[in-house]
């Protein structure tokens, strides 16, 4: 091993006295030098000329980037002064309309004022001036143009006039009717979401949550199975149709469903800690747990 290890150490040497002299060869040949030198300006020449593509290909981006832009500002302000003109000329239209609307109807007012509202009995002038003023507010600029270009027959206008009258007095009366029915409906379909709300207690809440688990959507008349289910096991109210079912599951899919889920869990809590309470309370009554295990014992020993 002595002999080996010297062989090792006189080959380090004698290659690091080769390494050297090829060397020092290296940098006295001029030839050698002067390839060298060549081959690292054929490297930086490289180097640089990459740097400069990524630059120009980094300038040429960002000049279609800012391109891109302007033509995009340019589209955006073009839309602006179009809306705005359009706008502008919308306005102008409805001033005019508004001007003309205002002309005709001082124009017909004029005329259904010279024939003294059509109203032979003092008594219901205010009135044949109110039904007036709803005229003129319901006719369109035509309509009025139409009963104003025959103000010259006193006849013909005063039929065009009546006839207009009667139909804007019905159209208002049934409007009157359509929003009082609507009115009254609104009224009856929360009166009875708000009876079929109050059936429920927190225990039928309960037993609702456990019905609808286990009907899932997909059963065979599942609302009325539900009902069914809950006028079986209601300790409460013993009269729910599909209709109460609907409206209270879409009440607790909603955000006071979620409060109300919460106090079912917690009234489940509560009545799981008095259990939990009222069975210690029996142990601690029968002489407590070591009796108990005691009586145990003896039991099995018997």
Known sequence: SVLSSGINAEYGEEMTRIHELVNRCYACDPRIRAFNEERKRRKA?????????????????????????????????????????KAEIEKKERQKQNKLL???????????????????DEDNLVKSMENLDLLL??????DLKHLNGASQDSEKFTLLYQNQLNSNLA???????????????????????????????????????????????????RWNTIADY?????????SYDSKDIIT?????????????K????????ENFEKAQKLRIDEVKAGGGISN???????????
């Open 137 to 142: 507010q319901s006719l369109s600029l035509q």
């Open 102 to 120: 205002k002309q005709e109807r001082k124009k017909l007012r004029d005329n259904v004022k010279n024939h003294n509202y059509f109203c032979a």
């Open 230 to 238: 809950m006028n079986l096991h209601s300790t409460v109210y013993k």
């Open 292 to 302: 108990i295990l005691i009586m145990h014992t003896h039991c099995r020993v018997l």
């Open 45 to 85: 020449e490289a180097k640089l000329a990459k740097q400069e593509a990524y630059k120009k290909e980094q300038e040429t981006l960002r000049l279609q980037k800012e391109e891109n832009e302007r033509i995009a500002k340019e589209q955006e302000a073009q839309r602006l002064q179009e809306a705005k003109e």
């Open 171 to 221: 159209e208002q009366e049934n409007k009157t009717k359509e929003h009082l029915m609507k009115a009254k409906q609104s009224q009856e379909t929360h009166k009875e979401q708000t009876n079929s709300a109050d059936k429920f207690t927190t225990s039928d809440i309960a037993l609702l949550v456990k019905a609808v688990k286990i009907y899932p959507p997909g059963t065979v008349n």
């Open 262 to 269: 919460s106090k079912i869990n917690k009234q489940a809590y």
């Open 248 to 260: 209270k599951v879409k009440n607790l899919q909603s955000k006071e469903g979620d409060d109300l």
